[in-house]
């Protein structure tokens, strides 16, 4: 029953958030995996490790994809998006946590530059 209601409330989070607050969700969501990823590399659990960054990837993926090109800073993005994904492969790959705390890393950073755009636009948190 509890994890219904989580559902639920997860679900509707999403459904009434605004892009800029979607686009932050995606964000924890990819640190989340990239976590999950760490503690499976701990855990010597590849497949979850796999699993994960590959769902990490995914997000990152989609915010690429997503990038608006009538903004000059989307060459920026694109590039930072471009590192991120060559350190997830090679964290894949090599099931290396130096690559993927390095993604990790970066996507921190992308996710606090864009709550400090949200807080200048006046988007709630």
Known sequence: MNQNLANTYQKNA????????????????????????????????????????????????????????KYPVWEDFDRVYDYILWQLREANIKKSATELEEALKRIREMRDTWKEVMRLAGEKK
């Open 14 to 69: 999403i459904l009434t958030a605004s892009p800029a607050e979607l686009t932050l969700m995606l964000y924890e969501g990819a640190i989340k995996f990239c976590n999950i990823a760490l503690i499976g590399l701990e855990k010597k659990d590849y497949e979850k490790v796999h699993n994960n960054i590959m769902r990490a990837k995914d997000i990152i993926t989609e915010l690429q994809v997503t990038l608006d090109h």
